[in-house]
């Protein structure tokens, strides 16, 4: 079992949907959950972090938390053409020594 | 205030040579942090320095090394380079080592080996 896991993609969703993107992870002692949005030839940028369970907003994006489950999902509200990429679940595990762990990304694609 | 900086941006080298990426951290930050990003991979973590000390490492096998400068710069080496090692190669400095700080990554160095 991968320690981070996320559907490759792509996903596809019109413009003004909503997107959702999900994640698990293995470590249940995992305690700092972060989403980056990664370009195409560009490097990750953070655009939500969440450290308890239950839901966080900033503007357009929700990440939501369960860790009984060990899911973290991040939703895009009014999806826009812009936000077309690839999205990196990371996790900082409680064990090790490893900054963050990441999953593969899902591709974004979101159609005028 | 700058942020993390990556040089060179793009190389080619061939199999069996060697290679030194660098990176200058965000001002402010003590730690840094490398990961190798293959296409079509997330990142994954080679190592991470701390006060110029190697604070963690991945499973990465001992030619890829590196240091961190008192000014808490950083390079990236490998030697013998293979095939496989043609990737993405980011940097990312943190305000500290322990683990819930954020990362802040730069633009990254992509290496093709021929």
């Known amino acids: 079992q991968k320690e981070v896991e996320q559907n490759s993609g792509p996903l596809s969703v019109p413009e003004g949907a909503i997107a959702s993107l999900n994640c698990t992870y293995s470590?249940?002692?995992?305690?700092?959950f972060f989403w980056y949005r990664q370009y195409s030839g560009k490097s990750p940028e953070l655009i939500m972090s969440i450290y308890s369970n239950g839901d966080k907003e900033d503007g357009r994006f929700t990440a939501q938390l369960n860790k009984a489950s060990q899911y973290v999902s991040l939703l895009i509200r009014d999806s826009q053409p812009s936000d077309s990429a690839t999205y990196l679940c990371a996790v900082i595990r409680q064990s090790g020594n490893t900054p963050l762990v990441f999953g593969k990304g899902t591709r974004l694609s979101v159609i005028a | 205030e700058t942020g993390v900086t990556q040089s060179p941006t793009h190389l080619i080298k061939t199999r069996g040579q060697q290679v030194t990426l660098r990176c200058s951290s965000q001002?402010?930050?003590?730690?840094v942090s490398w990961y190798q990003q293959a296409l079509g991979q997330g990142p994954q973590f080679i190592f991470q320095?701390?006060?110029?000390?190697?604070?963690g490492r991945g499973n990465f096998p001992p030619r890829f090394s590196g240091l961190q400068f008192p000014n808490y710069s950083s390079e990236l080496n490998v030697n013998a380079l293979e095939l496989d090692d043609s990737a993405l190669y980011l940097c990312?400095?943190?305000?500290?080592?322990?683990?819930?700080?954020?990362?802040?990554f730069g633009a990254g160095s992509r290496l093709t080996v021929l």
């Open positions: 470590d249940r002692g995992s305690q700092s």
């Open positions: 001002s402010g930050h003590n730690t």
């Open positions: 990312a400095s943190s305000l500290d080592a322990a683990g819930a700080n954020v990362l802040t």
């Open positions: 320095y701390y006060r110029e000390e190697e604070n």
